[in-house]
Structure formats: C-alpha cells, structure tokens
C-alpha cells in the first residue's frame, strides 16, 4: 500500500474507466487538491474517504467539470475530458449526486428526474420503471414538489435523477449524510444492485466503515492527496486506517 | 352616476398601463429569478425599443396611417422592437454579465448600472439623429413625439363616458397571449424547464447537463423582447416616447416585481396590475405630482418590510 499506487492489476483485470492524474485544484488562495491520482474500473465499487475539507468534494466535482483543475489529467474511457465543459462530460456517460442532493425543490419529482434526462431525446418511460421499481417512494411522490420530501426521500431522488442519464460512471458523495440508519442501508444495498446490473461507481463517504465494507477498492484523501489504496478489506483491516477513520483507538 | 365612470375610466386605463408594466417588469423578474441580478438596464432597453420602433416608422414613411396599412406597421414594429431588444439583452448578458458569473452580485450589479448608462446615452444619440421623426434631431433630449397608428375612438359609444378604445384592444390582444406563451414556455417545455432548475440550483442543473450559459442567454432574450413588446405599445399607447423613458418604466416595474416577490412571474404580473392602478387612481384622486412619490414609497416599504413581497414566500427556499 503505498502513495499513488494503482494497485495490483493483473492481466485479466478489467479495463480502466477514470483515471484521475495528479489533479490539482483551488478555490482563489485555498488550494484544495493538490495532487489527487486515482483509477476506476469498469464494474468496480470504489470508494474515497477522507477527513472533513479534505477534498473530496471538490476531487468529484473537479472531474464532473464543475470546478476547473489547474494541473493535472482526468481520463474516462480513454478520453481526456479535464477542462470539457460539465454537460459534455454528462452527455459522455459520467454523472454525480451531489453532495447535499441538490435536487430541484420547486419542481416536482417527476420533472426533477426528466432534468436527469435533460441530454436525451429518446423513450424515458423504461428508465422511469426503473428507478420507480429501484425507489418506489418516488412514484408514489411523483407529482409532489421535490422539496416537500424527507430528506432521505430527496437522496433517493438524486440518485434516480442522476441514473435517468443512463451513465456509465456514477459518482456519489456522501449519500448517507443526514439519512437515518435504516435509508441508508436501503441506498447502500441499492448502490449494490445497480453496481450489479454493470453500473461502475466512484463513491465519497464519511461513514468509512460501510463505505469500505461494499467497496472492491477505496483510497484515502488527506488534505488534498490520495495518500493510501488497496482493497475494501486491506483498508478495513489497517491500524492507521481504523484509527483515523473509522474511530477505533 | 358620473363618479362611477370617473372610476372605471381610472380601472381601464390603469389595468391597460399595468398589463405594459407587466411585460417589463417580467424582464426584471425572470433574470432575478435565474442569476440573482437586478438588472438596471432593463428599463433602459425598453427605451431603445421605442426608438427603434420611431425610426422604423420614419424609415417606412410618415403619411397618413389608416386602416391595414397602420396595423402593418405595428406589427412590424412589435416583431422587429421585440427582437432588437431580444437580440440586445442577450448581447448584454454576454459581454456585460457572463464575463461576471462567478464574481460577487455586487460586481454584477455595478455592471448592470453601467450598461443602463451606456444605453440611456445611445437613446441621446439615437434621439439627435437628423431624422423627421426626431424632429431633424435638433433637440436630441427632447421627448418625441410618436405617430398615434392607433386611434383613440371610443368603443363603448361616443355618448359614454367611459372611453374604451382600440388602444386598450392592443394592450391586451398583445400582452395576454404574450404572457400564456411565456407560462406555457416555462411550464411545459425543455427549455422551461431548464431554466426553472438553473434558477433553482444552477451546479445541479450543470451536473444533468444543461447548458446554463445558454438557458442564461435564453432568459435574457425572452425577457429582452418581452420589454420590446412593451416598448411599442406604450409608444402607441402614450404617443410621446424620450431617452429617459427607461428610467421611470423602470422603476415601475421593478417596484412591481419587487411587490409580487422578485423572481415570480405571476407575482410580476400582479404587482404590474397593482402599480397601474396605483398610478391611475393617484393621478386621478390625488395630483400626478404625487404618484412617483406614491410608487416609490411602495418600493421603499416593501423592501423594509416585506422583501420577499406580497405574495412571494417568506422564507427563502436555497438548499
Ligand atoms: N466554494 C469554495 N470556496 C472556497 N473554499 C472551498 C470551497 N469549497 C470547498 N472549499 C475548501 O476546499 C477544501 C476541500 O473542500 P471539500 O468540500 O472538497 O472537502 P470534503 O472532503 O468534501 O469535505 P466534507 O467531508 O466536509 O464534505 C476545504 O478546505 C474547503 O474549505
Ligand atoms: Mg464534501
């Protein structure tokens, strides 16, 4: 385990999907990233942990193009996409729930999942099914305006909204803030069935237990570098890592 | 009963100047809506609109307007004043605006000024040109007068007492479709619906893959030509039309907005309705030196008092 390792990839491993290099970032003087490297692959679960204002958020929407990286590459399926503008990187198959879920409180859930499919032109109602019969709560809630929902509900919502742009890489940070115990096993088991079904995912926790346990792969961020990687379980079984994240002495 | 058609002269034409205040005033609100800017030019483009509505009809020529050849030319001036303004709004936002995105809403307020300078001062040029209907252009400040294309004839009979004209059809065969096209705009379609989400979350709506730079552009054209609308029917409505024009309508609409809370379009709309019938009533029962005094006021109160408006909410919905 060590800095910027890629891990231990064999031969049959599957193919690369991002792979963020050396990324660097700031808002005015913060430097926010400073050199954050890491790789999905195609069908893995990985997750980034990291203390509060490591940059985790800021690494997520760095790649979604949102804010601009000032050093550094970011490559999906081959393609550089750091400095494409947002709705480009979307329309190329990679999507986010944001932190906070940002959904649309004044339009409805419907219409909040419709935004989700803004790029598309085709048949929505197959991808509606899907995400009602993944959540069912937001076809009972589908004329309810967004903001009106629990916000469990409203986390169920973005994900649904995210995945009506059928992306390839779905990138999700924090689902499980302010949720109650319950939902966020219901969104963690749901991140697992759709990873299933060959959905590839980029996911940002602090609950670092759960997010390593449903995990193939996890790096750690501190401070704007992604410091440590292995496996779930390498990383779950690791001194320093139970000490700083996973709140064990 | 004289006093009851003093009354509802006053409620006509002070329904009609509301419904032209309401096509400014949703300028204003729609661009409140999505960018957070209150942008001052907005009256001022309004202005320009008449302008080139005059020059229009000194350009297709001055003689008698009747009949068709008249309603011709209003609606090529409503055609070319709403998309010269469209045009110039969205011109605006690019080179005024745009640049300004991820600056403070101060910045961007100070470049919303200057560009309402800037415009005030091309009314001034454009009103010296050595034109007829700038009167050659001798006295470039001086209000101009605008061809009356619509006749004042009373529709309720000329023995009535309250005047009911074609000027008052105009208003409202054009701004009330105007405004169910807008509403179905908004609530219906793609773009609407864009445009809803940026106001509402502009990094969400980036991360479903709008464009907000264009749906930003979008707003600024239809509230551009809407404030063109506006530009030619007051001017038929009125009949004298001057640089400084922007500067009042504006204010009117902006208290309008302000008064229906900043950012609802039927709240736009109703706040326009209401200053028009301030305006009216207070003209009428009060002298017309006290009516800007009166708008003002209003603006003044509901800003201290109630900023989110009459019928806007009161706690502000940002997650
Ligand atoms: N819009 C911003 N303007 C200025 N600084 C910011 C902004 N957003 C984040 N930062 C700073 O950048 C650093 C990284 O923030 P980021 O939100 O990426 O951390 P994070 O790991 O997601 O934290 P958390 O666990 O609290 O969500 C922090 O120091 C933060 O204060
Ligand atoms: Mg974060």
Redesign the pocket.
């Known amino acids: 385990m060590s800095a910027g390792s890629t891990g231990s990839a064999s031969a049959s491993a599957p193919p690369v999907m991002l792979r963020v290099h050396g990324l660097a970032a700031r808002y005015g003087a913060i430097e926010a990233l400073r050199e954050v490297s890491l790789e999905v692959r195609v069908g893995e679960i990985v997750s980034l942990i990291g203390a509060?204002?490591a940059g985790?958020?800021?690494t997520?929407m760095t790649i979604s193009g949102i804010v601009r990286g000032t050093s550094g590459s970011v490559e999906f399926e081959g393609r550089r996409i750091d400095g494409e503008r947002a709705d480009r990187i979307v329309a190329g198959g990679l999507a986010q729930v944001p932190?906070g879920r940002r959904v649309f409180p004044r339009l409805t859930v419907r219409e909040n999942l419709e935004m989700g499919a803004y790029l598309r032109s085709d048949d929505l109602r197959p991808d509606l099914a899907r995400v009602h019969e993944l959540f069912p709560v937001l076809a009972e809630r589908a004329n309810q305006l967004a903001g009106t929902l629990s916000g469990g509900e409203q986390q169920m919502l973005a994900i649904g909204r995210a995945l009506m742009s059928r992306p390839r890489l779905l990138m999700m940070?924090?689902p499980s803030m302010g949720i109650a115990p319950l939902l966020v096993a219901r969104i963690f088991e749901a991140v697992q069935e759709l990873n299933r079904h060959g959905l590839t995912v980029l996911l940002?926790e602090?609950n670092a237990r759960a997010a390593l346990k449903l995990s193939h792969r996890a790096y750690v961020l501190e401070t704007g570098r992604t410091t440590f990687t292995g496996s779930g379980a390498e990383l779950l079984g690791d001194d320093r890592i139970r000490r700083a994240y996973l709140g064990e002495g | 009963m004289e006093w009851v058609d003093f009354f509802l002269q006053q409620l006509i034409t002070g329904l009609s100047n509301g419904m032209i205040i309401a096509l400014i005033a949703i300028g204003y609100t729609m661009v409140y809506g999505i960018i957070e800017l209150i942008n001052f030019a907005h009256g001022d483009l309004f202005m320009l609109g008449a302008f080139l509505a005059l020059t229009l009809l000194g350009m297709l020529g001055l003689g008698d307007w009747s009949g068709a050849s008249a309603w011709a030319a209003v609606v090529i001036m409503l055609i070319a004043s709403a998309g010269f303004c469209g045009a110039l709004n969205w011109g605006i936002d690019r080179l005024a605006y745009k640049p300004l995105r991820s600056a403070s809403k101060l910045s961007l307020l100070v470049s919303a000024i200057g560009a309402s300078f800037i415009l005030v001062n091309l009314g001034l040029f454009w009103g010296g040109l050595p034109m007829d209907v700038f009167a050659g252009g001798v006295a470039a400040a001086a209000p101009k007068d605008f061809p009356a294309l619509v006749p004042n004839t009373n529709l309720l009979g000329e023995e009535s007492l309250v005047q009911f004209t074609p000027k008052d059809v105009l208003v409202w065969v054009v701004t009330v479709p105007l405004m169910i096209g807008l509403t179905w705009i908004v609530t219906r379609t793609r773009l609407g619906k864009a445009m809803r989400a940026t106001a509402q979350n502009p990094v969400a709506a980036r991360l479903m893959g709008i464009d907000t730079d264009r749906v930003i552009g979008a707003t600024f054209l239809i509230g551009g030509a809407l404030g063109g609308f506006a530009s030619v029917i007051y001017s038929l409505y009125n009949n004298t039309i001057s640089f400084q024009m922007g500067y009042r309508a504006g204010m009117d609409a902006f208290t309008a907005a302000v008064l229906g809370g900043i950012g609802s379009m039927p709240g736009a709309v109703a706040g326009a309705l209401v200053i028009g019938l301030v305006r009216s009533m207070s003209d009428a029962y009060l002298e017309t030196r006290w009516t800007n005094t009166i708008v003002f006021g209003i603006l003044v109160l509901i800003l201290i008092f109630r900023p989110s408006g009459l019928l806007g909410s009161r706690v502000k919905e940002k997650v």
Request: proline share 0%; no cysteine.
């Open positions: 509060n204002g985790k958020s800021t997520l932190e940070d924090e940002v602090q």
